[in-house]
C-alpha cells in the first residue's frame, strides 16, 4: 500500500524540487480505490518523471509510466515534457484495460481510507488506521466485497476479535475513548460476561459454597 502525497507538494516545479529523490513514486491519489498518479525524480540533475497506478480488481494493481518526463526543467508541450494537469488528465482518459466497475474490497477501502488520512496531513492516524487494519480487519475480512458483508459476518468477526482479549484493548484498537460502547453493544460477547451468564444459570444441584464463617451460638 503506497503512501500518498499532498497534491500541492508534485503540482509545481518549485515544489518538486523540495521532494527527495527517490525509486518509488510520491502518490496523489486521483480516485480513491481505482487511480493514482505518481511522480520519480531519481537524480537531481535529471528531469522526473509521471506514472500511474490503477487498481484491476481482485486486490491487484498495474503501474504504468506516462511517455516523456515532467516539466522540471523544460516548458511542458503535451507530449515529451508533461506538466502536473497534463500528467493528470492523461491518468484519468477511461482506457479499456480500467476495470473501474471490479468489486471493492475490505482490503481496498482500508487503502482508501489510510490514503484519505495521508492526504490529509493526518500522519499519525493513517499510522494507527493501517496497523489496526493489518492486524485486525485483513485477516478475516480482507478479500471480502463490501458490497456484500453482512451484519452476521461484522458480528463473527468481532466476536471473534474479542476472544480472550481485553475490553480496554478492544476498545482502543476501534478508536474509542473508553470501553463504554464496547460494552454496551458487544459486552455479551465477551468471556467475561459468558463466564458470568453460566455461573448465573447453572443449577446448584442443592450444594452450597464452602466457607470458613461460622455462626454465632
Sequence with gaps: MPRTTPSEKIQTRAARSRLPQRRKPHWLCLRPGQLHLGYVRRNADQAGHWTIRRYNGGGTYKVARLPGVADDFEAPNGATVLSFIQAQDLALRPTPQAQTDAPMTVAQAMAD?????????????????????????????GGMSVQALTTEQLRHWLAALMNGVPMQVVSENLGHADTRMVERHYGHLAPSHKRDAIRAGAARFGLVAASNVRPLR
Excluded: C, K, M, N
Design 113 to 141: 481510507y489510510v490514503d484519505y488520512l495521508q492526504t490529509s496531513g493526518r500522519e499519525g492516524a493513517a499510522v494507527t488506521a493501517s496497523r489496526a487494519g493489518r492486524l485486525h480487519v485483513l485477516p478475516q475480512l
